[in-house]
């Protein structure tokens, strides 16, 4: 399962315990993070000249992962913040770069040929994730 490799599917997760009630630590601030950095991979893409169907699979899968909780969270007003939602954050930061480690995966070259698979729209099965998969699949079957 390639997603446990992204950080933005770990708080995705946290958002779904979060507002389920299963956790009373609140991922905003983290979601509000990866949002700044998901902009500025649009820009990167942008940059290297990315199709337009790459860019736009990216804006779209990142926007169910990022967008829509974000949105959730502004919503229903849970977007007060507390030290120990921080904390806890660092707790699955670290948690994180755990199992990168033990999976003996480096998360700078991971993410940089993840980024490289998007902007040369690569077609290289492991660094796609279920929903870039997903994606393909219902566009190039129904869409196109």
């Known amino acids: 399962m390639i997603e446990i490799y992204y950080f933005s599917y770990w ?26 950095l998901y902009i500025l991979d649009i820009f990167i893409l942008y940059y290297y ?46 948690m994180y770069i755990f199992i990168l480690l033990l999976f003996k995966k480096n998360i700078y070259s991971y993410y940089k040929k993840l980024m490289n698979a998007y902007i040369n729209n690569s077609s290289d099965i492991k660094y796609k994730t279920y929903l870039s998969r997903l994606y393909d699949f219902i566009y190039f079957r129904y869409l196109k």
């Open 49 to 94: 000249k990315s199709s337009l169907y790459t860019i736009i699979k990216f804006i779209i899968i990142n926007f169910l992962i990022k967008g829509i909780p974000l949105i959730i969270l502004i919503y229903y007003k849970k977007n007060i913040y507390k030290l120990d939602d921080f904390i806890f954050g660092l707790f699955l930061i670290s």
């Open 11 to 36: 708080i995705f997760v946290w958002f779904l315990f979060y507002i389920f009630g299963f956790i009373k630590y609140n991922p905003y601030i983290y979601i509000f993070i990866a949002i700044i």
